[in-house]
């Protein structure tokens, strides 16, 4: 450990210890104020070349003023290294646990995030700052643990259409038979690799947009919103036999308009590719007091209730079949968690009993 490093320790230990001295001084020269002055004025009240009152001096000879004077002058020089010992050594000892907070803080940062303080008893101001850095190091643990599942992951994700459309193309490269419907076909089917890898893309960018944070927040109407996204996937629940219905009132909430029409688009994108043939999906929006609530219920495979929790990690899927219409990529719930909790929204979900989920994400009332 470098002296810069240690110079900080010394200074504050320095203090502390000082400013104990000066206390430790101040009541020493109280106490032989309290003693000397009383002694000193029975002194001055006997007459001269008469000994004190017995009450005061006993059988010997008494104190005068200028023994005593000496006496409390030569127990204040006394006093001051005594001082100065004791409040090192008070300090040392305050400052002994925060000495090990430290060292073991930077050893956790500059190795591993595995380590923890772990301050037993007693407790005190600095054990409670031990249990908080102890929980600081918890949660980035999990975020770069979170973090590097999620580059691993999305790595995977871009890699594999990538690496099916190289396998198209040299296929229909390396046929010499190849007339130009062939090749028709493999441009389509590239085209539908491009397609996926683009909204694939598209939803990273909207996850990281909304994990940044807020850039604009508008007044804005969530049955507006969600009349919207419902009119442009009609059709497409109408081709798989998905009921859509609508129970919209008026819920008037502030954010960024591009987000929540996201959240809401990935919602019933979500209810639509995860559900049975004939299958319903029911949305709604209200307001109750200061809370506007978009809730959303589908049919579908059982979920289990253990997995709910799961499925709003990126690139999670509770079973392959899920992949309703091929175009699933795991990010979806994951977009409405990171979305509401841009929002400072509530995000309630559960799995219904007869299959599917009921999500309810409740935001603030634009006053």
């Not at 595995?114 to 054990?127: A, S, V």
């Not at 890898?197 to 109407?221: I, K, P």
């Not at 809401?264 to 809370?291: E, F, K, Q, W, Y």
Request: aromatic share 4%.
């Amino acid at each position: 450990m470098t002296s810069a490093q240690q110079l900080p320790r010394r200074s504050l230990q320095t203090r502390l210890a000082l400013a104990y001295a000066a206390g430790i001084y101040a009541t020493g020269v109280f106490v032989l104020v309290c003693v000397a002055v009383p002694l000193a004025g029975v002194q001055s009240t006997n007459p001269a070349g008469h000994r004190s009152s017995g009450a005061i001096t006993g059988t010997g000879n008494g104190i005068d003023l200028p023994r005593l004077l000496t006496g409390s002058a030569v127990a204040l020089v006394l006093l001051v290294p005594v001082a100065l010992a004791l409040g090192w050594f008070v300090a040392g000892r305050f400052l002994h646990p925060l000495r090990a907070i430290t060292a073991t803080a930077t050893a956790i940062s500059a190795s591993d995030l595995h380590r923890r303080l772990g301050l037993g008893e007693p407790t005190d101001e600095l054990t409670e700052l031990g249990h908080i850095l102890d929980d600081l190091f918890a949660r980035l643990q999990a975020s770069f643990d979170a973090q590097r599942h999620f580059v691993a992951n999305a790595s995977h994700e871009l890699r594999t259409p990538l690496a099916g459309l190289r396998t198209l193309l040299e296929v229909a490269l390396a046929d010499p038979d190849a007339d130009a419907d062939t090749l028709r076909s493999a441009c389509w089917e590239a085209l539908d690799l491009g397609g996926h890898q683009e909204r694939l893309v598209s939803a990273l960018l909207v996850l990281a947009t909304s994990e940044r944070g807020l850039s604009r927040r508008d007044t804005l109407d969530l049955a507006d919103l969600v009349e919207g996204v419902l009119a442009a996937r009609r059709g497409q629940a109408t081709e798989r036999g998905i009921d859509l219905a609508a129970h919209l009132a008026p819920a008037v909430t502030a954010g960024d308009p591009r987000l929540i029409e996201s959240l809401v688009a990935n919602l019933v994108d979500n209810a639509i590719r995860h559900n049975h043939p004939d299958g319903h999906v029911t949305i709604a929006t209200r307001t109750s007091g200061t809370r506007v609530t978009l809730t959303i219920a589908n049919s579908g495979p059982a979920v289990p209730g253990d997995q709910v929790e799961r499925l709003f990690h990126p690139f999670q899927k509770l079973a392959p079949d899920r992949h309703g219409g091929g175009d699933g990529h795991g990010l979806g719930l994951a977009i409405v968690r990171a979305v509401a909790e841009a929002h400072r929204a509530t995000l309630t979900t559960s799995a219904r009993p007869e299959g599917g989920l009921s999500i309810a994400v409740r935001f603030a009332h634009a006053r």
